[in-house]
């Protein structure tokens, strides 16, 4: 019991403030693209060929204009590589789910952040969220940094959101992987093992799009073609943080509307 | 002594006209006989036309040599099972893939059941135990905790298993399908991502074949930084699972440290290229990222805490009755049966085999230095929990080491990518990712383009490993067993 004790009080309390305050990030960071168009030269298309989920579409017209799928996106450096001008970074902005599909659509404005659920939904699980967890052809880099919020460090038991064992006790899914066609039918009867109302929420690029898999004959291109999604975290996978901060939104704990605490 | 096969070395392609064809029969015994007296099959897979492949086997014969041989099939083969049960999973999954019989194989069923493929209809059944007393469990696809989906089936007389059978293929996503149609844009995120815990085990093994392809040379800086990159993904992978295990024997302190501890070392990954995983950090030429002197000291300090951190959460540990009465003595693979499934990587090391490719077969991201080796007996939990501390403890000093004292010059060298590989090449990479054993067998068209990719993750080998572990023990024991191996289920699905 003593050496517990003596352990206990060198590594201290370490749970972080988030979101009272704002996160610490890596200093390279592979957050929100920022994209400075006035730099694109006169029909180029390099960040656009570069792009393994083809991901990046490029506008026509006098003046240029990009705009990237979060969804499909790996944040990966082929487009930061591949561009002759520099002109594509990866910001440190975390924040990035969103609650429609097509918001995902990074074009320079703000993104339409998630909106909390409606009243009744938070009445429901704004102090108690349960979710079951279906890996779907995760590669468990999803599925380990949703793990991860359990641990001391993100808590994620103080804000009331817990995963539990069985659907019959939770009030939504949480899904990674691109829905590959063996665990279809899996994923379908757990989440008709949920109670309804339920919600679903899709994890990382393979969850949104098929990511990396997107085509495969072997997978479906996400849960969204097969079940109504309710909240989109982008990423491959995604920082907790990212994925900590949409599920606050979806429950109102971060107010709508608002960027980085 | 070409009727054993071409004597090959990884990272060294070879024309894929040298590969000898051998006669099926004289093929299977001489590959039989060479893993009795010693050796073991690291790769056994089908190519060309899927109806009547070719069988390609790289194994390692008793000298220790390994060794490439192929042996064309026209409906069957005589299968090496019986007499080689390591040839087991890779045999039925040939089967599946082609429907080719291997002749006379004990447990001939689907691996991944994938759907289209010959051996896909209807549902196998399990191995069954009968008579008074005798039940049966299944679990999952679907998971209590948050993890990858599997079926275990277990045979039980009370709560003793006689038998677990271990069903998975549910995240089978087509990997090797989507690598065959490279290289392109793409190829190099699938590597990352066939096993996302594994992400700079895969990708650096992989761009270590794909460069022997393009000619392409890898600074040695690029090389330090890789294996940098590699130690991190092993550290924060061990110290996960010491956690873990503490976690399923309800020992809270060190499951809570070393939860915190794992996130500390996948930071320091992100410290060197901006994500956790190492996404983006292995490109064929070198390494995305590099690090200037000062982050390299900033990250010293960081590594340095961490690991002491780890030490007391370790301590605690083993220091802990409940601990030690729960971890020793169970889940035991005895040295025989490790030699006889072909174990690699630690759960081989924990049943006192020598098995680390990065002393066997030294990587190019090791050739200029590696952590000491590691070895335990026992074969149990406990061995597989101390061999990984023993490990963190290595790998602490070695990228310490590494951080203090890079390489100078560049990280990466001037490379086309994609582009066209050498044409009508065979090529393997072997790698030692933190569980394991990595191999990626790559052959090359007349095009240069890739005809077939065949990735081995460790978890192929070692999952037989969990259900050998499971015999005669009690079923509540599964969890612990199961996270003593923590294995993979997309990196064997595929």
């Not at chain 1, 641990?151 to 009331?160: E, K, Q, Y």
């Not at chain 2, 007296?37 to 069988?55: H, M, N, S």
């Not at chain 2, 499934?341 to 006192?352: E, F, K, P």
């Amino acid at each position: 019991m003593i050496p517990i004790l003596r352990t206990r009080l060198r590594q201290g309390q370490r749970t972080i403030a988030f979101p009272a305050a704002p996160p610490a990030l890596p200093e390279l960071f592979r957050g929100m693209p920022v994209v400075d168009t006035a730099r694109c030269p006169d029909g180029c298309r390099a960040c656009a060929d570069a792009c393994p989920t083809q991901a990046i579409a490029v506008g026509s017209g006098a003046e240029p204009r990009v705009a990237i799928d979060l969804g499909r996106c790996l944040f990966c450096t082929e487009c930061t590589e591949a561009c002759p001008e520099g002109a594509i970074r990866y910001g440190q902005e975390y924040a990035l789910a969103t609650r429609r599909r097509e918001d995902l659509v990074a074009t320079g404005a703000p993104l339409r952040l998630a909106a909390a659920l409606d009243e009744r939904s938070r009445r429901l699980f704004g102090r108690s969220l349960k979710l079951r967890q279906v890996s779907a052809g995760g590669c468990n880099g999803c599925e380990s940094d949703v793990n991860v919020l359990n641990t001391i460090v993100f808590d994620l038991a103080r804000f009331g959101i817990q995963f539990v064992a069985s659907p019959r006790h939770a009030d939504g899914l949480l899904i990674t992987g691109p829905v590959t066609r063996n665990m279809r039918l899996a994923l379908h009867k757990t989440w008709q093992a949920v109670p309804e109302p339920r919600l679903v929420v899709a994890v990382g690029a393979c969850a949104i799009s098929g990511g990396p898999y997107l085509g495969s004959a072997q997978a479906h291109d996400g849960a969204g073609s097969l079940l109504p999604v309710d909240l989109f975290v982008p990423g491959c996978p995604p920082h907790p943080i990212t994925i900590l901060d949409g599920l606050l939104r979806l429950l109102g704990r971060i107010p709508s509307g608002t960027r980085t605490p | 002594m070409s009727d054993r096969g071409l004597a090959v070395r990884p990272g060294e392609p070879v024309a894929r006209a040298a590969l000898p064809v051998l006669e099926p029969r004289a093929w299977r015994d001489a590959i039989v006989a060479d893993v009795a007296a010693g050796g073991r099959l690291l790769a056994l897979f089908g190519a060309g036309e899927a109806a009547a492949p070719t069988l390609h086997a790289i194994h390692q014969d008793r000298a220790g040599q390994l060794r490439w041989s192929l042996a064309p099939v026209r409906g069957s083969w005589p299968s090496l099972t019986s007499e080689c049960p390591q040839a087991h999973l890779f045999e039925r999954e040939i089967w599946e893939a082609s429907g080719a019989v291997p002749e006379g194989h004990p447990w001939l069923k689907p691996v991944r059941r994938a759907p289209g493929t010959a051996a896909s209809d209807g549902a196998p059944p399990f191995f069954a135990v009968a008579g008074d007393d005798v039940h049966e469990v299944a679990v999952g696809p679907v998971h209590a905790g948050v993890i990858e989906p599997g079926h275990f089936r277990f045979q039980c007389h009370g709560e003793a298993v006689f038998h677990l059978e271990i069903a998975l293929g549910y995240q089978h996503r087509g990997v090797e399908a989507l690598l065959a149609q490279g290289p392109d844009r793409r190829t190099l995120h699938v590597v990352e991502t066939l096993a996302g815990d594994t992400t700079l085990g895969h990708a650096t093994t992989a761009c270590e074949a794909l460069e022997a392809l393009l000619g392409v040379s890898v600074p040695p800086r690029g090389h330090a930084l890789r294996a940098l990159g590699l130690e991190l993904e092993r550290l924060a992978n061990h110290v996960g699972d010491l956690g873990a295990l503490a976690n399923d024997v309800g020992f809270l302190p060190t499951a809570a440290y070393c939860g915190r501890l794992r996130g500390d070392f996948l930071n320091l990954t992100a410290a060197l290229c901006g994500n956790r995983f190492g996404r983006s950090l292995v490109r064929v030429g070198g390494t995305g990222f590099d690090v200037d002197p000062e982050r390299a000291a900033a990250m010293r300090d960081r590594l340095a805490a961490a690991a002491r951190d780890v030490r007391d959460a370790v301590a605690l540990l083993f220091g802990a009755p409940i601990v030690r009465a729960r971890f020793e003595g169970t889940g035991v693979v005895t040295a025989p049966a490790a030699l006889d499934l072909g174990l690699v990587g630690m759960a081989a090391r924990a049943c006192g085999l020598p098995r680390d490719v990065r002393h066997e077969f030294p990587p190019l991201a090791y050739r200029a230095g590696r952590p000491p080796l590691v070895v335990l007996e026992g074969g149990d939990v406990m061995a597989r929990a101390r061999l990984r501390a023993e490990e963190i403890e290595r790998s602490v000093g070695f990228v310490d080491g590494l951080l203090a004292a890079l390489p100078a010059g560049p990280a990466r060298a001037a490379a086309a990518w994609p582009a066209p590989l050498a044409p009508g090449h065979a090529v393997f990479g072997l790698g030692e990712g933190w569980r394991g054993e990595l191999v990626h067998v790559l052959l090359t068209d007349a095009a240069g383009r890739i005809e077939r990719w065949k990735v081995v993750d460790p978890s192929f080998h070692n999952w037989s490993a969990l259900a050998m572990a499971l015999r005669g023990e009690e079923i509540s024991d599964f969890p612990l067993c199961n996270k003593s191996f923590n294995l993979s289920y997309c990196g064997f699905d595929l």
